[in-house]
């Protein structure tokens, strides 16, 4: 249409050869073909292609690990295969009534993450809302956070016996100076505007704490939690490994008597799992206590 | 709603008010001897260059900094601290992300418990006076910055304070935003008739909103003159257009851009 319109009337018609040049360059050119490369800067990829890739590594990994296991002449039995690990892990379970040593496990680090949360938060978030308050507790918790947990254990054993009080107290003190740090640098990240908003409109400073610094900064309180409960579950095999009869950690222990690498490996899968089932029930809250924050 | 609002507004007496600051090497004198009055229902703008402390100024008003020396009095009751009496709206965005639009301008009337307010529809009468109530159940983060702000505006509105506070709150603002908001603020003021303290290094903005013009130079703060803009009480102007035409804003606009560049020159 446009050609027709904007071609030179027959009588100024160029020769052939020309002509036929001009045509060419007046139509629209073809797109350039632009190389589509898969390593780009900040380029957002899209979501099948995210799961084939996370897949695909996973598939790397145990097709490497399965190579690796069986490029001997016989089974080596310090390094069992992925498959002899999946039978273990199902004989652990179908069998050896492993998932009582997981529910031992799973009740330790939730009473212990619990009573840790429940002190650490309401200290943080006063640290973080009152200089004072953080005066007072800083020094001791900066302290206390760069003493390894595992020295305790001696002292621990002595004090509370080889119970689960032993263990827990030993997952609590794992987690708990990190986490109140974390938490008190998260509330103090509240806005001072918000705060000021909030007195002009007649807040107390109770009412500030409760409408204005503890909303805004649940959001991080909630994420930081989330971290530390990964930490509390790399505790959890030390924990057990000292005078525990029951337990992931314990199993393992019992295992390595025996030399069996492949009940090892599946206490360590488990425990793997467990800790990805974790992170995700806390990205669900997240999701749900916060739909402010959701994409649009 | 507008005649039960009256009876409250009052006249702000701010006396030889001073402020120091502790400097690193020796104090700073931020504000030094400023005394100004505003009448009820008058609109007082703050000018002056950067530096000349009319942040300061009004955060001391608010009562949210301490004055080193002098005094300030609304209604005749000394101001020692933050009162709901007194309500801010801040140049950054203040909207609480983690409520809506509405509970957002509800918020002041819940922590003071005011159920009356909250059951009678003070809430949507102030979303609707900024024009917002399309946007009630919105989440802050969803909307631009003038919304932003004029959900501010609602929320220091709504709890009926006897004297607002701006502290450039379009400074953060696009220019065509802001001229809307100027407009839409105007409007506002004319309706609730508030009193209203205003900081500003906006000239148009002083003469389109203020009916007094506290015009401060800088290092310290002092008041170096008071001018009275006749445009705000006539309620012909209320746009840009009409008071860029208006015979008498040509010349009090150079008047305050010279004042200006003299105090630049510090």
């Known amino acids: 249409m446009l050609q027709r319109v904007i071609s030179p009337p027959p009588s100024e018609q160029p020769p052939a050869t020309l002509a036929g040049v001009t045509t060419q360059a007046r139509q629209a050119p073809p797109a350039i073909p632009v190389r589509q490369r898969w390593l780009e800067f900040k380029q957002p990829v899209s979501t099948p292609s995210k799961l084939l890739l996370g897949i695909a590594a996973w598939i790397l990994f145990l097709l490497g690990w399965h190579l690796a296991a069986t490029s001997g002449t016989e089974a080596n039995p310090l390094f069992p295969s992925p498959a002899d690990v999946s039978g273990s892990l199902w004989n652990l379970f179908a069998e050896r009534g492993f998932h009582s040593d997981v529910l031992a496990s799973l009740q330790r680090i939730l009473l212990s993450f619990g009573l840790a949360v429940a002190v650490a938060v309401p200290t943080g978030v006063l640290m973080g809302a009152f200089p004072a308050v953080e005066a007072f507790f800083s020094p001791l918790v900066s302290a206390f956070r760069y003493l390894p947990a595992p020295a305790f254990i001696p002292l621990l054993l002595m004090w509370l016996g080889t119970g689960d009080t032993q263990k827990i107290a030993l997952l609590v003190l794992g987690v708990i100076w990190f986490l109140i740090t974390l938490v008190c640098d998260t509330v103090k990240q509240t806005p001072v505007d918000f705060i000021e908003t909030s007195r002009t409109l007649g807040g107390s400073r109770r009412t500030i704490l409760w409408t204005v610094v503890l909303p805004s900064s649940l959001p991080g309180i909630v994420d930081t939690c989330r971290q530390m409960l990964a930490v509390s579950w790399t505790y959890l095999v030390i924990a057990e490994i000292v005078a525990a009869t029951d337990g992931i950690g314990a199993m393992m222990m019992r295992a390595r008597r025996f030399v069996h690498v492949d009940d090892i490996m599946a206490g360590i899968l488990i425990i793997g799992a467990l800790g990805l089932l974790c992170d995700l029930a806390f990205r669900g809250l997240h999701w749900l206590m916060f739909p402010y924050l959701r994409r649009r | ?266």
């Open chain 2, 1 to 266: 709603m507008s005649a039960a609002l009256d009876l409250q507004h009052g006249g702000l007496e701010v006396a030889r008010l001073g402020k120091v600051f502790p400097g690193r090497d020796k104090p700073v004198i931020a504000v030094e001897d400023v005394s100004f009055h505003v009448e009820p229902r008058q609109v007082c703008m703050l000018l002056g260059p950067s530096g000349c402390g009319k942040s300061t100024i009004l955060r001391m008003i608010a009562g949210l900094e301490q004055p080193s020396s002098g005094g300030i009095n609304l209604n005749g009751n000394p101001v020692v601290g933050p009162h709901r009496e007194r309500g801010m709206v801040f140049q950054g965005y203040t909207s609480f992300p983690w409520l809506t639009v509405r509970q957002n301008v509800s918020y002041g009337l819940r922590i003071n418990g005011d159920a009356y307010a909250l059951r009678e529809g003070t809430v949507d009468h102030y979303l609707e006076r900024v024009g917002l109530s399309r946007f009630a159940d919105a989440w802050p983060h969803q909307l631009s910055g003038g919304m932003r702000q004029r959900v501010a505006l609602a929320r220091a509105l709504a709890t009926t304070p006897q004297l607002l506070l701006m502290d450039e709150p379009f400074g953060a603002l696009d220019a065509e935003t802001r001229w809307q908001m100027q407009e839409l603020l105007l409007n506002v003021i004319r309706k609730e008739r508030m009193t209203v303290v205003m900081v500003t290094h906006d000239v148009e903005e002083a003469l389109l909103l203020g009916d007094q013009i506290v015009f401060l130079s800088s290092h310290p703060g002092r008041v170096r003159t008071m001018l009275y803009p006749p445009f705000k009480g006539d309620d012909a102007i209320c746009t840009r257009e009409a008071l860029r035409t208006h015979p008498d804003y040509a010349p009090m606009e150079r008047q305050i851009l010279a004042m200006m560049r003299e105090e630049g020159g510090h």
